[in-house]
C-alpha cells in the first residue's frame, strides 16, 4: 500500500473582529498538497466542486473570474467581461465605457451579473451566507468572485 503525499503547506487565518460581526470573509483557510491532483480519491474530489463557468446568451463560456463590475451611467451595477476594458473599435473607446451607458445594447441583453447569481457559485453563496440577496451588489460580486478564487 503506497502513501498519500503529505500536506506542504496548511495555513488558517481568522480575523477576529470580522468573525464576531459573523461575516463570512473572517476566515480563510488555504491548503497545498503535492500530488493531489493525481490521486484518484482526491480528482473526484475536485470535480464535485462548483463550477465557476457561466453561460451566457450568445457569448462564450466565461468565467465568473473574467468578470468585473460595471458601473452603469444610470446607477445599478452589473458584471461586465474583463476584455471589455482593452477591446475597442478603431481609435474609439473601450467596450467597457461605452457600456456604461448602454449595457443592454452591449451585452445582447444579457445580464452577467444574474447569470452569476444562477450559477452553482451564485447558488452555494446562498446556502453559504443567510440573507445573500440582502447584501449590496458589490458585496454579492466580490463574495461570489472570491468564492470560485477558492
Same mark, same amino acid.
Given at each position: 500500500?503506497? &502513501? ?8 488558517? &487565518? ?43 446568451? &450568445? ?51 444579457? &445580464? ?39
Amino acid at each position: 500500500m503506497g &502513501s498519500l503525499a503529505k500536506p506542504t503547506h496548511l495555513e488558517i &487565518s481568522i480575523d477576529e473582529w470580522q468573525a464576531a460581526q459573523e461575516k463570512v470573509g473572517a476566515v480563510n483557510v488555504r491548503v497545498s498538497w503535492r500530488g493531489a491532483r493525481n490521486d484518484p480519491i482526491l480528482t473526484a474530489v475536485f470535480d464535485e466542486l462548483p463550477s465557476s463557468t457561466l453561460c451566457v446568451r &450568445s457569448f462564450p463560456p466565461t468565467s465568473i473570474l473574467e468578470l468585473v463590475p460595471i458601473k452603469l451611467l444610470d446607477g445599478r451595477v452589473e458584471l461586465a467581461p474583463k476584455s471589455w476594458k482593452s477591446l475597442r473599435f478603431g481609435k474609439g473607446r473601450p467596450i467597457y465605457e461605452l457600456a456604461r451607458g448602454d449595457f443592454e445594447a452591449w451585452s445582447g441583453g444579457c &445580464s452577467f451579473l444574474n447569470e452569476a447569481r444562477l450559477s452553482e457559485i451564485g447558488k452555494l453563496a446562498r446556502r453559504l451566507v443567510p440573507g445573500f440577496d440582502d447584501y449590496p451588489v458589490k458585496a454579492q460580486i466580490d463574495f461570489m468572485g472570491r468564492t470560485a478564487k477558492r
